[in-house]
């Protein structure tokens, strides 16, 4: 990506004053106005926006929610059901929280399913997608702690079941285990644990989205031809074509937003969890909130040995080993050329992987059966062949199309196609 000069220029006396010895406005003018962005850009590029704004919601709504909760196993469900029912604005800052999650996961999914498409994660943008790696599992650390807070039955099933996997770690397995709970089972000191994390990550995740935003200016932002910017005429400035292109977008997600939390706010809940927690019982059939379903079921799909390797130590791997997977995507996909969109072969691929990790998500929801286990045993081997077959063995066989010698060239050919499509018609 081709940097120019700051063209912030101070107007008045303070800000001139304020420019010469702490420049923050020339730094947020740098970052939301004046940064070029290629011109070829797609929706798909606005869901950054969508969650920097989404993180904002949480972190705000889960403020005002901390003022009411009661991290007391007696009080806890009744606190939360208390302010919602009776507080000012209960009705609207807790399921707005709950709901708020599930489109954070839902953005964050579209965010990464394009940047593994287009290939923002090749050089030199490996570190840019790491920290987003980061970002995602700092984000799944926070969902199970506050999924833990509500203190319904399925909140202290869940976490009895996943922090019990620890103890299937050799050596230190029951140490971690009994270091998490606060002793040997789900109870307060679990409960003491588990708020005062929730409220800690988050401003961990804004100290990563902050990282992952100065590496993105950096380096530049990628784009669907994976062409890097030859030109200054290549690129516009942030604001306000890509700032207008964002809020569009954020209001038609808003729109979707909105509908779920007035009129559907506990659809992706579950019923169980409007159940007083007993960490005495579980409840029949544990599953957790929808955005884990997919490595649920390949924990799940573990249900034989590996010789002295215990069933439920190779769940683990599975489940660990499929989320930290994503941090070495960089040197896994060996293809000289960035976006699927000349890769045929690897587009075939790639979007049978998307139908996979649906399959998985469908799987991990359904009962335990001797069917439900098979196919998610497939799903899961798909999962990692995609991986570590795919990817690094596919750049040798795959005939790709002709990329563009840049984004000018696919810009004008575009064009042409529009121009010649109309004439047609």
Do not use: C
Request: proline share 7%.
């Amino acid at each position: 990506m081709m940097t120019k000069p700051s063209s912030y220029n101070p107007k008045y006396a303070l800000t001139r004053w304020l420019d010469a010895r702490l420049p923050i406005l020339r730094f947020l003018y740098n970052l939301g106005v004046s940064f070029p962005v290629p011109r070829n850009l797609n929706y798909f590029y606005t869901f950054g926006g969508i969650l920097t704004l989404m993180l904002v919601s949480q972190i705000l709504t889960g403020i005002v929610m901390s003022m009411h909760y009661i991290p007391d196993v007696t009080l806890a469900f009744d606190a939360r059901e208390r302010f919602m029912r009776d507080g000012q604005f209960g009705w609207l800052f807790e399921p707005w929280h709950a709901v708020g999650s599930s489109f954070f996961f839902i953005a964050a999914y579209i965010h990464l399913a394009r940047g593994l498409y287009y290939g923002s994660h090749k050089r030199p943008r490996e570190l840019i997608w790491m920290i987003g790696v980061l970002i995602y599992l700092v984000m799944m650390a926070t969902a199970f702690l506050g999924y833990t807070l509500v203190w319904g039955m399925m909140s202290t099933s869940a976490a009895s079941v996943i922090s019990g996997l620890f103890k299937a770690i050799p050596v230190i397995g029951p140490w971690l285990h009994e270091t998490l709970l606060g002793g040997f089972n789900v109870g307060q000191p679990t409960l003491n644990r588990f708020y005062s994390l929730h409220y800690l990550f988050p401003f961990i995740l804004v100290f990563l989205v902050g990282l992952h935003i100065w590496a993105v200016h950096h380096v530049g932002q990628n784009n669907p031809t994976g062409v890097e910017v030859k030109s200054p005429s290549e690129t516009v400035p942030f604001t306000p074509y890509a700032t207008i292109k964002d809020i569009f977008a954020i209001g038609v997600f808003l729109i979707f937003f909105a509908w779920f939390l007035f009129f559907m706010p506990d659809y992706m809940g579950h019923p169980d969890n409007y159940i007083v927690g007993d960490t005495m019982t579980t409840s029949p059939h544990i599953v957790p909130e929808w955005y884990f379903l997919p490595f649920y079921a390949m924990l799940r799909a573990i249900t034989f040995d590996f010789g002295p390797i215990s069933s439920t130590f190779g769940g683990v791997l599975v489940l660990m080993a499929a989320v930290f997977i994503w941090l070495f995507v960089p040197w896994l996909d060996r293809s000289k050329v960035r976006s699927a969109r000349y890769r045929p072969a690897f587009k075939l691929f790639y979007w049978l992987f998307i139908v996979d990790v649906v399959a998985l998500g469908i799987l991990g929801a359904a009962p335990i059966t001797e069917s439900s286990v098979f196919w998610s045993q497939i799903a899961t081997l798909y999962y990692f062949v995609f991986f570590l077959v795919i990817m690094p063995f596919l750049p040798k066989f795959e005939k790709t199309l002709p990329v563009p010698s840049s984004i000018s060239e696919d810009l004008a050919k575009r064009e042409a196609k529009a121009k010649e499509g109309w004439r047609l018609w």
